[in-house]
């Protein structure tokens, strides 16, 4: 199987810390024989009820259709006429054919089989050829799945609420990446990963694996292997690395340092369902990024990697060659794991270089238990922890 590095990402987690037994049983749920169970009930281990990127906002120009999937739900995206992006279920509600075969005139989907044409921002039905003026039936009740539907940093983002369920009154904002200057420059890759999102995630949170994934002349050796510790404290659904001088053993880091004259700091978020926001700051000069894992299927998530800056002497080229060869890297990893992953192996989750994994765990599971109950949500970090390992 060939997976599309369609452009690809960049900067591994220097991250890591502390506490609270999390779940890591969807380890075993999401491949071979246990998955199969989870899979029974219906849980895929996806998390409802938040913002996914679909697609790339230049994948839907004019009144053209694209699809995408997200969370196994296939999905039908444009634009209206005046712009505006919609996402709607790739399902005709009459037969279930596909909507993108349709045509659209920029305002209403006509499905391709019987000819329902669908108002493609709220998929109410709006015409059904075949009825004739006896027909009773009220076509304005009938409605094609569809979607929030918000474009930001280059994404077209759309908000999936749960199969059967009715979309809350208020839906919050989907993610935006932080910039702190007027001009700078924006740049996005993204990769296909061949595994659970849950790998996904915490592959992306790994601390560990840089000095054997990541080995580059321009990063880091394996001989540069050394102890760190990191100071982690607890955020709304996530936790954060808190403020701290990065890695000296990064020459973009000495680079930087170099240029300003003044101290570098780093703060790293990962924030539910998966996003993990990066913010590099050296007096006027920044650098962010966000990295979103998407579950797509239950065998397949893509990693979407957006970054800004305003280091005016990191031309986009450069950068994008250094973020592509980190992601391949990544790739290429978890391709290697997926061969494994197939015989449905025992896993574990050590300490503390797999903490966060473990945090991302909990929160997921407490964030599933408050939905069920009602309850606040339990945060794993009862305050700051300091996590070590060596990398
Ligand atoms: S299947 Fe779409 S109109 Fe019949
Ligand atoms: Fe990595």
Known sequence: MVYRLLVCDAMYYDAAE???????????QTNGTAASEAQRDGDLGFLWDFWYPALRSTEIVGERLATAMLLEVPLVLGR??????????????????????????GKTLECSYHGWRFDACSGQCVEIPSLTSQDKLRVDRIFAG??????????????????????????????KLATFSAKYKITH???????????????????????????????RSRGSIHEKQKQFEPIPNGFRMSPHSPSSNSLPYQLLKKRTGEPVTTTIDFILPNRRLEEIRSGKLWFTSQTTVT????????????????????PVPIFRLFGKTFLRQDQETMIQQAEGLKHNPHLMLIDDADRPAKWYFALKANLLESRRTGAEVAHPMSGPVTLRWRS
């Not at 893509?302 to 990191?314: E, G, H, K, S």
């Open 189 to 219: 890759l993204a990769c296909d990963l061949p595994a659970h999102v849950d790998h996904g995630i915490i592959g992306l949170m790994d601390p560990a694996h840089g000095p054997f994934v990541h080995q580059s002349w321009f990063w």
């Open 80 to 105: 209206t006429s005046d712009g505006k992006p919609f996402a709607m279920r790739d399902s005709c509600p009459h037969r279930g054919i596909p909507l993108s075969y349709g045509r659209f005139d």
């Open 18 to 28: 502390s506490m609270s037994e999390a779940t890591p049983a969807i380890l075993q």
């Open 295 to 314: 579950p797509v299927r239950r065998d397949l998530c893509r990693i979407d990697f957006v970054a800004a800056w305003n280091l005016f002497f990191l």
């Open 146 to 175: 569809h979607y929030p539907c918000e474009e930001h940093d280059g994404y077209v983002w759309v908000y999936m609420h749960a199969p059967g369920s009715r979309l809350g009154e208020t839906v919050p904002a989907a993610p």
